[in-house]
C-alpha cells in the first residue's frame, strides 16, 4: 500500500513540470514492481494494477486542465465500472509503462483506456467508466469538458463499448 502512496506523491511533485495534453492525448507513466505490489504468487497483485491505472488517471486528468476544473468546482470523479484483462504476470523489481488516454464520452460517461505494457509486450488492457458528481449529482460530459475550453465534439466510441453497455445493462436487470 505504501508504493502506491509513494508513487502519487512522486506524481503531484512532479505534476507542475509535466506538459499539458490535450483531449486526445496519451499520459505515460513509469513503474517499478517493489516487494509490496506482490500477492502470494510472487508476482503483481491484480489490485496493484489498478491502483497504478488511478495514478494514470490522475495524471490524464491533471495534464489535460481537467483535474484544476474538477478541484474548483468541487467535482469528484468516480467509477461506475471497470473491464480489465490481465495477459502476462509482472515479476518483482521489473520496470514497466503505463499508457493512458480518454477513448471518448457520451452524454454522461467518460471512458478512459489503460494499457500496461514492458518491451512492446502488453501484461493488462483495461478501459475504465467513470464521471464527475457535483453537489447536484453526476456532471453531464459536455458540462464537465467545457470547464476547460470549447467542449469537443465526442469522438465515435468503440462498437464492443456498446456491447460492454448492453451488458452492464443485463446484469442490472
Not at 486542465?65 to 518483482?92: I, N, Q
Amino acid at each position: 500500500m505504501l508504493s502506491s502512496w509513494l508513487r502519487l506523491a512522486k506524481l503531484l511533485a512532479t505534476a507542475p513540470f509535466r506538459r499539458r495534453i490535450g483531449w486526445t492525448g496519451e499520459s505515460r507513466l513509469r513503474f517499478r514492481v517493489w516487494p509490496s505490489d506482490l500477492d502470494i504468487n510472487l508476482h503483481m497483485n491484480n489490485a496493484r494494477y489498478l491502483a497504478a491505472m488511478d495514478i494514470g488517471r490522475i495524471d490524464l486528468l491533471m495534464r489535460t486542465g481537467l483535474g484544476k476544473a474538477a478541484w474548483r468546482g468541487k467535482l469528484k470523479p468516480v467509477l461506475a465500472s471497470t473491464l480489465v484483462r490481465y495477459r502476462r504476470s509482472l515479476a518483482p523489481f521489473q520496470s514497466y509503462g503505463l499508457r493512458s488516454r480518454l477513448v471518448g464520452w457520451d452524454e454522461k460517461w467518460l471512458f478512459i483506456e489503460h494499457v500496461v505494457e514492458r518491451d512492446g509486450e502488453i501484461f493488462c488492457h483495461a478501459v475504465v467508466k467513470g464521471m464527475f458528481l457535483g453537489p447536484q449529482g453526476g456532471v453531464p460530459t459536455h458540462e464537465l469538458l467545457g470547464l476547460v475550453g470549447k467542449a469537443p465534439e465526442a469522438p465515435a466510441l468503440p462498437g464492443w463499448i456498446a456491447e460492454w453497455q448492453a451488458a452492464e445493462a443485463g446484469l442490472r436487470r
